[in-house]
């Protein structure tokens, strides 16, 4: 992942065995009347987790248990801090659904035996997906290793939250044959999303409680030169949430990183101990980013 990515289509990550030397996706509006839309001619390291994966801190390293993966095809390496902090061994873990998916890099790679690894030293909620990231990926998680072989598919801005028909298999035969697989998918655009709001604070001023957090970018936001991070958004605007559990007590739309909740709409709305307040950035494109969230104590 280099930030130069097609914002809007997925990435598609495909292993055999054996390998055909081609892999072929064609898509339709329905099932049937498919037309290609891409091939792809490297095999992916693809592969399962063995063991729990536990929520960490972002911009830290991860040295808790080592993580071990089952992988159906590929190996892996360990690389030196610096070829980590340069972005190597980056790879995605999820559920295998489109959009649920966190992105971590891991600097040591240990074969244990066979197919298995076991993966530690790791950098998590890499490239704005630390909001993604769960209390604990369980045992069975999908992971893809980000090293060029997954590819983008063609997908179309009309095309974007709409479900279509999507044809997978060698290249070398029709979509046809039934070596093909068959999936129905909408994709939402994730590089649209905005990145989860950091820091956000709660504090009580004369009754009233002042919420306010730091913004972040999905481009160009490495430099530190910079007074304040590029917006790459349309224009800067938050979503702010006041939720007891699932029930959403207050939500207000703001265009500044602050806000302050009054006593008279605290008392109106319920607010009190085990309530949370949460943040998100819009993107006029995407709509709310991830939340972050604050609970009150």
């Known amino acids: 992942m280099t930030g130069s990515e097609d914002p809007i289509a997925p990435h598609v990550a495909v292993s055999s065995d054996p390998w055909p030397g081609s892999v072929a996706v064609y898509d339709a509006a329905q099932d049937d009347g498919y037309g290609?839309?891409?091939?792809?001619?490297?095999?992916?390291?693809?592969?399962?987790?063995?063991?729990?994966?536990?929520?960490?801190?972002?911009?830290?390293?991860?040295?808790?248990?080592?993580?071990?993966?089952?992988?159906?095809?590929?190996?892996?390496?360990?690389?030196?801090?610096?070829?980590?902090?340069?972005?190597?061994?980056?790879?995605a873990i999820g559920d295998g659904s489109p959009g649920n998916w966190e992105l971590f890099q891991f600097q040591q790679a240990t074969l244990l035996d066979g197919n298995r690894w076991q993966l530690s030293q790791r950098l998590r909620g890499q490239a704005g997906t630390d909001g993604a990231m769960p209390a604990v990926w369980p045992a069975g998680s999908k992971v893809v290793l980000m090293n060029g072989a997954p590819q983008q598919i063609d997908l179309t801005s009309a095309n974007r939250r709409v479900a279509r028909h999507y044809r997978i298999g060698p290249g070398d035969r029709p979509y046809s044959d039934p070596t093909y697989s068959h999936a129905i998918h909408a994709f939402d655009g994730n590089g649209l999303?905005?990145?989860?709001?950091?820091?956000?604070?709660?504090?009580?001023?004369?009754?009233?409680?002042?919420?306010?957090?730091?913004?972040?970018?999905?481009?160009?936001?490495?430099?530190w030169e910079l007074y304040e991070v590029p917006l790459s958004?349309?224009?800067?605007?938050?979503?702010?949430?006041?939720?007891?559990?699932?029930?959403?007590?207050?939500?207000?739309?703001?265009?500044?990183?602050?806000?302050?909740?009054?006593?008279?709409?605290?008392?109106?709305?319920?607010?009190?101990?085990?309530?949370?307040?949460?943040?998100?950035?819009?993107?006029?494109?995407?709509?709310?980013?991830?939340?972050?969230?604050?609970?009150?104590?």
């Open 193 to 223: 999303r905005p990145y989860r709001p950091a820091h956000v604070r709660l504090v009580d001023v004369g009754g009233d409680l002042q919420v306010s957090w730091i913004r972040r970018t999905r481009l160009d936001g490495d430099s």
């Open 36 to 91: 290609l839309n891409s091939v792809l001619y490297e095999r992916a390291v693809i592969g399962v987790t063995e063991t729990d994966l536990s929520a960490a801190q972002v911009g830290l390293m991860d040295r808790g248990a080592p993580l071990e993966v089952n992988l159906s095809s590929g190996t892996l390496e360990s690389v030196s801090e610096e070829q980590l902090l340069a972005g190597a061994n980056l790879m």
């Open 233 to 297: 958004e349309d224009s800067e605007s938050y979503l702010v949430r006041v939720k007891n559990g699932a029930q959403v007590l207050r939500e207000e739309q703001v265009s500044s990183p602050n806000w302050t909740y009054v006593a008279a709409d605290q008392a109106a709305d319920g607010y009190g101990l085990g309530c949370t307040v949460e943040v998100a950035q819009i993107s006029a494109q995407y709509g709310p980013g991830l939340f972050a969230e604050a609970e009150v104590f």
